[in-house]
T-cell receptor, first 114, second 114 residues
């Protein structure tokens, strides 16, 4: 079955520190991969996506993610975290066939401390 | 402004009292979807619609109904709500043609069923 795993439910980092949020997927073929951010009380906003080409993708708000086929991973990174990055982050994967279902991970809640 | 709107944003109701959560998008998107978000479970798809009069079940359709009579609207209907439907609900839309296209999410509807 297709699945997306975010092993860290909650992460705390200091402002200015680097960040890496983990995401692993289980799909039959190379899926389309996404990271979304959900700020408190808001809907989800797309940070970045990968579906082919360069395995390092750049997104909005200074985020990037790297697709590693051998590890079935799509980890999200940011070199220097700002207090405004405190939010919940969702990794998602979709396939190209059928009705193009997208499966979401359970989310990682990021806390940023001064 | 391109957006997905949901109403109401907050709703407290009692078991068995029929309710409808509206969703409307102004981007002329073919594809629309409903998700519910629960702690520790991430987002799970309830129903989706590929276009007008075309709807199908997602992962957790039990207890819900939808209709798609107009392209812009995709209401979610709970005929007889139960406490296990207490959740945060999101409507989303995108162009059709594959999951590589960005999904736009509404702000969410927090439903409490007592």
């Amino acid at each position: 079955a297709q699945s997306v795993t975010q092993p860290d439910i909650h992460i705390t980092v200091s402002e200015g520190a680097s960040l890496e949020l983990r995401c692993n997927y289980s799909y039959g073929a190379t899926p389309y991969l996404f990271w979304y951010v959900q700020s408190p009380g808001q809907g989800l906003q797309l940070l970045l996506k990968y579906f082919s080409g360069d395995t390092l993708v750049q997104g909005i708000k200074g985020f990037e993610a790297e697709f590693k086929r051998s590890q079935s991973s799509f980890n999200l990174r940011k070199p220097s975290v700002h207090w405004s990055d405190a939010a919940e982050y969702f990794c998602a994967a979709g396939n190209s066939g059928g009705y193009q279902k997208v499966t979401f991970g359970i989310g990682t809640k990021l806390q940023v401390i001064p | 402004e391109a957006q997905v709107t949901q109403n109401p944003r907050y709703l407290i109701t009692v078991t068995g009292k029929k309710l409808t959560v509206t969703c409307s998008q102004n981007m002329n998107h073919e594809y629309m979807s409903w998700y519910r978000q629960d702690p520790g479970l991430g987002l799970r798809q309830i129903y989706y619609s590929m276009n007008v009069e075309v709807t199908d079940k997602g992962d957790v359709p039990e207890g819900y109904k939808v209709s798609r009579k107009e392209k812009r609207n995709f209401p979610l209907i709970l005929e007889s709500p139960s406490p296990n439907q207490t959740s945060l609900y999101f409507c989303a839309s995108r162009v059709s043609g594959g999951p590589t296209y960005e999904q736009y999410f509404g702000p969410g509807t927090r439903l409490t069923v007592t």
